[in-house]
């Protein structure tokens, strides 16, 4: 079992940047694929980034291309997510979660872990 916990988010103004933490606890991360996702009020739950067991391979939702960034720490047992020139349509409850298979998924399905979520608001 590994137990995840998100911080971090806030209220900022479009432009702002914000940099999101997932502590793991429980088992080391080192071996799943970790990702993060958001769900804004009456959406689905949507993905935003994932990187692979060593951090080599990164992926993102082409709406955030070029404005965040996916990293983790093993050593550390953490997982983050900095996001900078933030939108208002950035605002939502963000997810991180970890994936024990040896591929990397932007289904939320396929993710075995999630955090509680911590919510990121974006004033215009």
């Known amino acids: 079992q590994v137990q995840l916990v998100e911080s971090g988010g806030g209220l900022v103004q479009a432009g702002d940047s914000l940099r999101l933490s997932c502590a793991a606890s429980?088992?080391?991360?080192?071996?799943?694929?970790m990702g993060w996702f958001r769900q804004a009020p009456g959406k689905e739950r949507e993905f935003v980034a994932a990187?692979?067991?060593?951090?080599?391979?990164?992926y993102y939702a082409d709406s955030v291309k070029g404005r965040f960034t996916i990293s983790r720490d093993n050593a550390k047992n953490m997982e983050y997510l900095q996001m900078n020139s933030l939108k208002p349509e950035d605002t939502a409850v963000y997810y991180c979660?970890?994936?024990?298979?040896?591929?990397?998924?932007?289904?939320?399905?396929?993710?075995?872990?999630w955090g509680q979520g911590t919510q990121v608001t974006v004033s215009s």
């Open positions: 990187i692979s067991w060593g951090g080599g391979s990164t």
């Open positions: 429980g088992r080391t991360i080192s071996s799943y694929r």
């Open positions: 979660a970890a994936r024990s298979r040896s591929s990397s998924s932007y289904r939320p399905v396929d993710y075995d872990y």
